[in-house]
C-alpha cells in the first residue's frame, strides 16, 4: 500500500518508470537552462544515460471501504502506438501484478476513472480477446469526462477506438462533468488544458484529504516553474491556471498530492514559496 487517506487505501498500479522525451522537448517555453533547473530540484528524474526524463506510467487503485476503484488504467498491452515503441504492441503483466499485489482481480473493480483519454491514462481499460477489444474490467462502470469525448470522438484515432468506444459500445461507460462524485470520498476536480474535460481527483475521508494530480503537472519541477508549458498541452494557458489553482489549493489546504507521472515515490505535498510553490516529499 502506497498511503493512507483517512479510511481510503491508496495502492500504487506501476506499469513502466524508463525515460520518455528530453527536458528541451517537454518543456518547449522553459528557456536554455531547462536542464539545469530540473537537475537542481529533481536530480532523479534526469535518465544519465539518455538525457530524458524519467516518468512513470503509473494508476491509483482505491479502497473506499464501499467501492474499489481504479484512476487511470496506463498503457496497456496489444496497443498501437506508431510513435512510440516502447509503448506500441506491449506485452508485459506488471501492471495486472501490481493490481494482483494489491490483492484484486479486474472482476473486483468497482469503478475506472479516467482523467482524461490520452493513451496512456485509458490503455487498460481494454484487452484484446479473439481479435476483438473487451472491457479489461467487466463489472465496472467506466467514468470519462463528457468535454474529452466530445473532443476525441471525431478524430477517432487508434487510442480511442481500441480503449474508449469499446466501453461506450458495452454500454459501461459514464461520460460526466466536473465536481461529479462517487459517494462521499472521490470527487472529480476541474482541471482543464491538458485536455478539454481534464479532471484530478480529491480523495477525503474524514479530516485527511488528497489529490491525484493527473495530467495537471507531469514533474514536481512545476511547483518551482507552474507556467511551464508541457509539450501535449491542448491550451497551455488554460493548463497553467489549472495548475495554479491546484497547487494553491493544495498548499492552503495541507493535503497529500500524488502525482500521476512524478518521480517515484510520487507522493509529497506542496508549500507556497514566493509567488511560486515548492515540493516536499513524503506523507
Known sequence: MLCRIGQIEVWRILEINAPFLTPEELYPTAGPDVREIIQAHVPN????????????????????????ILVDSCVGNDKTVPGNANWNKRS??????????????????????????????????TRLEDGRWVPTFPNARYVMPAADDEAFRPGATNSYCESVLPVIETGQAELVAPGHMLGDN???????????????????SGTAQAVITGDALHSTVQCWQPDWLFKF????????ASRRQLLEEASESGRIVLGSHFTLPSIGRVKVQGDAFRWEEGQ
Open 186 to 204: 472521490v470527487t472529480l476536480m476541474p482541471t482543464p488544458g491538458h485536455t478539454p474535460g481534464h479532471v484530478s481527483i480529491h480523495l477525503k
Open 92 to 125: 508485459d503483466n506488471r501492471f495486472m501484478a501490481s493490481l494482483t499485489a494489491a490483492g484484486v482481480s479486474p472482476e473486483d473493480i468497482d469503478y475506472v476513472l479516467c482523467t482524461h483519454l490520452h493513451i496512456d491514462h485509458v490503455g487498460w481499460n
Open 45 to 68: 528524474q534526469l535518465c544519465p544515460a539518455t538525457g530524458r526524463l524519467i516518468l512513470p506510467i503509473q494508476g491509483f487503485l482505491l479502497k473506499t471501504g464501499t467501492h474499489t
Open 233 to 240: 498541452d491542448m491550451d497551455g494557458g488554460m493548463a497553467a
